[in-house]
Structure formats: structure tokens, C-alpha cells
């Protein structure tokens, strides 16, 4: 079995800044892509931010320079640091990684999700 299990979320201004986490434990041979998801209400689930395992980020357009994706490959973790909030962060943040077990299958996992909301 595997889990996903994030922290992090909660309440913060405009302008403020959280910081998301996420720890992956269970029968895991190595961790693929990382990556932070989020869903609005009435929204479909799109990606926020990704990572490759030897550490190459991507972004959404309307993040780029505001958050920052990093992860520890000994830790089993990824992290998302955000600044800049804005109410349209307002969202469920969910947490995904591809992970290989010890029978070498491979598929994604996903955290159960954190609110983070952005309010004044």
C-alpha cells in the first residue's frame, strides 16, 4: 500500500504565503514525476506544478514566479512554497506522485487534499 498524506493548507490574506507538503510512504521501489494539483469549486482539476525526479520543474502560466516546487528523493516528499497568494488560489491542493512498487508496476497516487484558501 501506498499513501500520500499533505500539509500545509489553511487560511491566508492576498500577498500572503503558505507552504504545502507532502510525504509519500508504503511499498514504494522509487518515485517518478511529483507533482501539485488543485480543484476550485465548479472547476475541473488542473496541474499547478510538476517535477521530474532528477528535479526539472514546470509551472502553470498563473503561478510562474509566485510558487516554487522542490522535492527530496530520500525523503519520499515534494513541497510547494507559495507567495504571492491570490484569491483565484483559492482551491483543494492535491498532492500527486508515480510511484514504482517492489513488483515494478508503476502508477499514480494521489494525497487526499488540503483547502487552501485566500481571503482578506
Known amino acids: 500500500q501506498v499513501q500520500l498524506v499533505e500539509s500545509g493548507g489553511g487560511l491566508v490574506q492576498p500577498g500572503g504565503s503558505l507552504r504545502l507538503s507532502c510525504a509519500a510512504s508504503?511499498?514504494?521501489?522509487?518515485?517518478?514525476?511529483m507533482g501539485w494539483y488543485r480543484q476550485a469549486p465548479g472547476k475541473q482539476r488542473e496541474l499547478v506544478a510538476g517535477?521530474?525526479?532528477?528535479?526539472?520543474?514546470n509551472y502553470a502560466d498563473s503561478v510562474k514566479a509566485r510558487f516554487t516546487i522542490s522535492r527530496d528523493n530520500a525523503k519520499n516528499t515534494v513541497n510547494l512554497q507559495m507567495n504571492s497568494l491570490r484569491p483565484e488560489d483559492t482551491a483543494v491542493y492535491y498532492c500527486?506522485?508515480?510511484?514504482?512498487?517492489?513488483?515494478?508496476?508503476?502508477?499514480?497516487?494521489w494525497g487526499q487534499g488540503t483547502q487552501v484558501t485566500v481571503s482578506s
Open positions: 500527486q506522485a508515480h510511484i514504482v512498487d517492489y513488483t515494478r508496476r508503476g502508477r499514480d497516487h
Open positions: 508504503g511499498n514504494i521501489f522509487f518515485i517518478n514525476d
Open positions: 517535477i521530474t525526479r532528477g528535479g526539472t520543474a
